[in-house]
């Protein structure tokens, strides 16, 4: 069966036609995306194989859920040893133990951590400790925390949710002290990604601190991009920066459905005077995918060694864009997530569907994601060469219309 037919039936039966909004196709790959794949039948180091079996270097990695390469032999040895001894039950797992110990060890905040299966849930739980904690309910929050309610203004969100939570732009000091201002003794936390497309800015987070302290508020990190593959104690590690709770996710279990929020006893402990349970949230399949990551960042460098690899991966990218001579377009991000920026949507559609002809899957706007498993000549030459090709494409869509 073709993937079009995939596709097809998928549009008949999955709401929507993807239960991740961020794989629909027309959000992967932008307008022109009638050709390009929607579903895959095997992924394996840096390479995706699709249903009509070609097989594509992936700079996409799951959204960045995979860090070592998709099915890395010690994840899936970890995770059927355990899933054969049964990964569930109405016991808690020794797993659990260890991993927050292991984690509470490596993350600078880390005095007690919960398990949830989804970043969204680990955040919403961050959220929902910090409100039991100091008794307030205002979150002023910058960043992307998932699609639950709590921090989101779609459709469906009822307005009394909304108005307890304040968005700010990210970095923006003046925006961030005003809101907290705004919120007074009913500021409950600051929730803030650290690193969003840059660095922070100088001192953008010690202010987030200064006012989250002063105000006797929460401050939480969302780590889940940066955990485990800008540095494996998050980017408060790299900034010297501590908030009181972080989550984390995505690389933390490379691909299995796991977060993690870790924090001061004090606010952790708030779980003790609220509810927050997940029938599955100690299931050991995923934390055993997670021990065997934090095994390697223990055995192997694995951070620096992803700056290493995305360096060469979006040095290819820039080679590519130098030799092209376009306008319009620039590389950009930090070496382990770094994405193209493009100034027109649909030159940025076009070179995707060039690129994704000659072999490569890049991601339509932040980021692309480097893996151990791009540490291969073979690949970064793919993703330089497959660079070029979408470039040209853009070229004759800029001089020919076509
Ligand atoms: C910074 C950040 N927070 C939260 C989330 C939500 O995580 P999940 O999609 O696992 O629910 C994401 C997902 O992209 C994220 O990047």
Redesign the pocket.
């Known amino acids: 069966m073709s993937d079009r037919e995939w596709r097809e039936r998928a549009e008949r039966v999955v709401a929507a036609g993807a239960s991740t909004g961020?794989k629909r196709p027309a959000t992967m790959f932008g307008g022109e995306h009638h050709d390009a794949p929607s579903h895959f039948v095997r992924a394996l180091g840096c390479r995706v194989v699709t249903v009509d079996g070609a097989t594509l270097i992936d700079c996409t990695m799951a959204?960045?859920a995979v860090a070592l390469g998709y099915a890395d032999d010690e994840v899936v040895r970890r995770v059927w040893r355990v899933a054969a001894n049964g990964s569930v039950a109405g016991l808690n797992h020794i797993l659990e133990v260890e991993i927050a110990e292991r984690l509470c060890a490596v993350v600078p905040c880390g005095e007690r951590a919960l398990f949830t299966k989804?970043?969204?849930?680990?955040?919403a739980a961050a959220v929902r400790l910090a409100r039991t904690y100091t008794g307030r309910d205002v979150v002023v929050g910058s960043?992307?925390?998932?699609?639950l309610d709590w921090c989101s203004d779609s459709a469906g969100v009822p307005d009394g949710v909304k108005r307890d939570f304040v968005a700010v732009p990210w970095g923006d000091s003046g925006a961030l002290g005003a809101a907290v201002a705004a919120a007074g003794d009913r500021l409950a936390a600051i929730v803030v990604?650290p690193v969003v497309e840059r660095e922070p800015p100088d001192g953008w987070l010690a202010h987030a601190r200064a006012l989250a302290d002063r105000a006797r508020a929460v401050l939480v990190f969302?780590e889940?991009?940066t955990g485990f593959r800008l540095h494996p104690g998050g980017y408060q590690a790299i900034a010297g920066v501590t908030p009181d709770v972080a989550?984390f996710?995505?690389a933390l279990a490379n691909g299995f459905p796991l977060?993690a929020v870790v924090g001061h006893a004090d606010v952790m402990e708030a779980a003790r005077h609220t509810w927050i349970s997940g029938t599955l949230a100690g299931e050991a399949v995923a934390l055993a995918a997670a021990q065997a990551v934090l095994d390697r960042h223990e055995r192997e460098d694995v951070c620096p060694r992803l700056r290493g690899v995305g360096a060469r991966m979006r040095g290819a990218v820039v080679d590519a864009l130098d030799h092209a001579g376009i306008a319009g377009v620039g590389v950009e991000g930090l070496d382990p997530m770094w994405f193209i920026r493009w100034s027109d949507a649909a030159r940025e559609t076009r070179f995707l569907a060039g690129a994704r002809e000659a072999g490569v899957l890049f991601k339509r706007g932040a980021y692309d994601y480097a893996a151990l498993a791009h540490d291969d000549e073979e690949a970064i030459s793919a993703i330089g060469q497959a660079a070029a090709a979408g470039f040209d494409a853009v070229r004759r869509l800029d001089t020919e219309g076509q």
């Open positions: 961020s959204l960045g989804s970043g969204a849930e680990g955040v960043g992307y925390f998932g699609w990604e969302d889940i991009k989550v996710g995505k977060a």
